[in-house]
């Protein structure tokens, strides 16, 4: 069983900054990558950004410049800052991670319960 713990969710004005953290905990060998999503009201969760464990990372056309995201290996752990936030940012975020809890076992795909993010104009 693996746990993510998301936080940092909030309402902010467009033009504005918020940070998100994700912690991972349970049986965990390693972790790939990792990522977060979003799922906007009657629209389908959609890629953000991803990380893999060495660091490259990956960007949704509409955040790239804006967001970052970043991760520490040893607190298994990932962020997404946001920044210069926009209305069609409002959604729900969700971290992933692509576990394995032996170093012979299969990779399993573990999702956040998701935090709130409202951006107003």
């Known amino acids: 069983q693996v746990q993510l713990v998301e936080s940092g969710g909030g309402s902010v004005q467009a033009g504005g900054s918020l940070r998100l953290s994700c912690a991972a905990s349970g049986s965990i060998f390693i972790i790939n990558a990792m990522g977060w999503y979003r799922q906007a009201p009657g629209k389908q969760r959609e890629l953000v950004a991803t990380i893999t464990s060495d660091g490259r990372s990956n960007y949704a056309d509409s955040v790239k410049g804006r967001f970052t995201i970043s991760r520490d290996n040893a607190k298994n752990t990932v962020w997404l800052q946001m920044n210069n936030v926009k209305p069609e940012d409002t959604a729900v975020y969700y971290c992933?991670?692509?576990?394995?809890?032996?170093?012979?076992?299969?990779?399993?795909?573990?999702w956040g319960q998701g935090t709130q993010v409202t951006v107003s104009s």
């Open positions: 992933n991670a692509k576990t394995r809890g032996t170093y012979y076992g299969k990779e399993d795909t573990n």
